[in-house]
């Protein structure tokens, strides 16, 4: 007889992300024992933007749940999509990516990724100086 795995409940509490941004802890390995995902629900506050970042060897989908939310995406953050309540993103692994929510209402999303480790695959990157300029004076870090 095979041992038998017990499902696992988890009561949110609040972590800050390396890359920015207040993500309720769900399940990861951390949490739940988790051994190949992890989901997470991320509260980004109007007038903010996340840190450029990957996840390395990790692909992530994004469901935005309410709000909206700015993409910079791909080599260098050169590519750009606006995600709106409802939409999906998924991110393939190791894709540079950068949330910039400019919008006047916070921006909810709930993040799945491959990686069952809450924080180990985050890679930060550089912003570059052509984005820093276009984005003025957003608070770097809360989003």
């Given at each position: 007889?095979?041992?038998?795995?017990?499902?696992?409940?988890?009561?949110?509490?609040?972590?800050?992300?390396?890359?920015?941004?207040?993500?309720?802890?769900?399940?990861?390995?951390?949490?739940?024992?988790?051994?190949?995902?992890?989901?997470?629900?991320?509260?980004?506050?109007?007038?903010?933007?996340?840190?450029?970042?990957?996840?390395?060897?990790?692909?992530?989908?994004?469901?935005?749940?309410?709000?909206?939310?700015?993409v910079w995406h791909g080599e260098g953050l050169a590519e750009h999509?606006?995600?709106?309540?409802?939409?999906?993103?998924?991110?393939?692994?190791?894709?540079?990516?950068?949330?910039?929510?400019?919008?006047?209402?916070?921006?909810?999303?709930?993040?799945?990724?491959?990686?069952?480790?809450?924080?180990?695959?985050?890679?930060?990157?550089?912003?570059?100086?052509?984005?820093?300029?276009?984005?003025?004076?957003?608070?770097?870090?809360?989003?």
């Open positions: 007889m095979r041992d038998q795995k017990q499902c696992t409940v988890v009561r949110t509490g609040e972590y800050e992300g390396v890359q920015g941004g207040t993500f309720g802890a769900g399940i990861s390995a951390q949490s739940a024992g988790a051994e190949r995902l992890c989901l997470h629900r991320l509260v980004m506050p109007a007038g903010t933007r996340g840190r450029p970042h990957l996840h390395e060897g990790h692909e992530s989908a994004i469901f935005v749940q309410s709000g909206t939310v700015e999509v606006v995600l709106h309540a409802g939409d999906y993103i998924h991110i393939p692994a190791d894709t540079p990516h950068m949330p910039v929510n400019s919008g006047t209402e916070d921006m909810v999303c709930v993040v799945a990724r491959t990686d069952p480790n809450e924080q180990e695959g985050v890679r930060l990157l550089e912003l570059p100086a052509w984005l820093e300029s276009q984005l003025g004076p957003l608070l770097v870090g809360a989003g």
